[in-house]
């Protein structure tokens, strides 16, 4: 069973668009709220992330929007660029575990030129 | 700073073998994980330390074995691997069990 549910599953965005992902959970045990890229071949790598008490966190064109009420939260690319074609995934972590974290199944990015 | 590094970078397996993944890392972090990433599936938290000589189990911890000696070494090991364990397998370390740096990755084929 996911506990963390992501959407898309793929995404094609025009160079300068906006690129949305969504992710949702059930768990009201999740604490903290990180977003990975990941490129091919490579690790993932913290993009952004944000915590249930703060509803939208912005760092440069990553924004994330966080809805607790709805238990939904979202990554927003701003003015997407080819070089943020890559693999994303939303994550939370159960409280009180330490290091128990939950990853979405991923969506990969493609911006077209 | 090296990071977090694993080896191998690429192993292959025969149903039965054993093997252990090696994960160092060298920023003192008190935290490390092991996940295994496979197609549809996201990153799956296999086992988990808080600290040397502490454990536990994540989402899927059957058939791998973890032991925590020292802060910098976290090393996984596959009892008896099976095709099923055909995957991409990530360590992870963090300082506090929030920003997690991940290592390169060690892609295992079990035939």
């Known amino acids: 069973q996911q506990q963390v549910k992501q959407s898309p599953q793929s995404l094609i965005v025009q160079k300068g668009g906006i690129s949305i992902i969504n992710c949702a959970y059930e768990n009201t045990a999740f604490d903290y709220f990180p977003w990975y890229q990941q490129f091919p071949g490579k690790g993932p790598a913290l993009l952004i992330a944000i915590r249930p008490d703060v509803s939208e966190k912005k760092e440069g064109r990553f924004t994330i929007s966080f809805n607790k009420s709805a238990k939904q939260f979202s990554l927003h690319i701003m003015d997407s660029q080819p070089g943020d074609s890559a693999t994303y995934f939303c994550a939370a972590r159960e409280a009180g575990t330490g290091n128990q974290f939950y990853f979405g199944t991923g969506t990969s990015l493609t911006v077209i030129p | 700073n090296a990071g977090v590094t694993q080896t191998p970078k690429f192993q292959v397996l025969k149903t039965g073998q054993s093997m252990t993944l090696q994960c160092a890392q060298d920023?003192?972090?008190?935290?490390m994980s092991w996940y295994r990433q496979d197609p549809g599936m996201g990153l799956r938290l296999i086992h988990y330390?808080?600290?040397?000589?502490?454990?536990d189990q994540g989402e899927v911890p059957n058939g791998y074995n973890v032991s925590r000696s020292t802060t910098e070494d976290f090393p996984l090991r596959l009892l008896s691997a099976a095709p099923s364990q055909t995957s991409v397998y990530f360590c992870?370390?963090?300082?506090?069990?929030?920003?997690?740096?991940f290592g390169p990755g060690t892609r295992l084929l079990v035939l």
């Open positions: 920023m003192n972090h008190e935290y």
């Open positions: 330390s808080v600290g040397a000589g502490i454990t």
């Open positions: 992870a370390s963090s300082y506090f069990g929030e920003t997690q740096y």
